[in-house]
């Protein structure tokens, strides 16, 4: 007789069923996006159109959907980074304010000659971020305090400090909005690649995902890695520099939230504003669970969470739909895309009574 399901974690996931669920969960998304999108009025062949059609296949879609995916790249990389050794960021968003924060005052005050102030702007998103993740790295290492909250908490602080910039000091003179001057073009803007708004922010993204794979598949850094988040104490017992293995990947998860905040500024919105950062904290978690932390497979995912970000917008502008319904509609096809993953690492089995 039937008695209880039980869960057996696969050691090893093969290639093969990793794409199976992903393909499924995806799918099973699209699915009751669509049966939502036709219970709110909107046609069958619409909401095909516009979950897929229009992110994956037409021009200005697609341009919108990569240009989505180079700030949820970089954020999921930089979660990836952090989780994979037990480090909770929940203040990407924290870190993406610093770093625009740090990027704009070079901007702002034109420090560096112009041919070089770009990449002055990216060196100081970067520490930026770094040195605000370095807070609760040694708050966790040296005290014990939890990392969960020390993130969220600073970046409470980091976006404070935003409205503190921007209704004051930095607020624009020209137009009176809480937004910082805008930044010289050619010389503090990342440049258009002429496809829709697709700005060279891609190639960092994407120079981002390949260092970070090299690293993690052919470096003694990856190795260390991956024996710290498998089992720490282990490590440490091995004689492997666990502090330092920890304190090297919180870092960069933090230096990549910082730039994921440059390439916003610099790249799309041209300014420094309010709204850069809101909700690529939940964004950048999921990139890095469904990636299962490997690098290559967080530049996938990004671009599928772009092209449901995509998906959303056009449906809010067309449709008219409320924004609850669009953060219902990603929320559908994120949580399918966990279940699915769910399903490939672990095997469900029926425990059987055993007759007496």
Known sequence: MLDLFYLVSRQQVPAWLRLLTFVAGLSTGLLLCTVVLVLSGVSLSDAVNEFVYFVFFNEIGLAQTFTAFVPLALVGLAAAAAIKLRFWNIGVEGQMWVGAILATWVATYDIGPPWLRLVLMFVMAAVGGSLWIAVPAVLKLRFGVNEIITTLLLTYVAFLLVQHLLFGVW????TGFPASPAYEPGVEQLAK????????GVWVALGAGVIWW?????S???FFMDAVGANAMAAKASGLPVVATIVGAVILSGGLAGVAGLVIVAGQEYRLTQHIAV???FSSIVIAFIA???PIGCLVVALIVGGVYTAGDTLKVFYQLPSATITLLESIILLSL???????RYHIGIRRKVPA
């Open 193 to 200: 690649l002429g496809w829709g708004n697709l700005h060279q």
């Open 220 to 222: 003694r850094f990856g």
């Open 171 to 174: 607020r624009d003179a020209d």
């Open 292 to 294: 299962r932390f490997n």
């Open 214 to 218: 090299w690293l993690m598949s052919m």
């Open 338 to 344: 966990l279940v699915a993953e769910f399903f490939g």
């Open 279 to 281: 909700g690529y904290t």
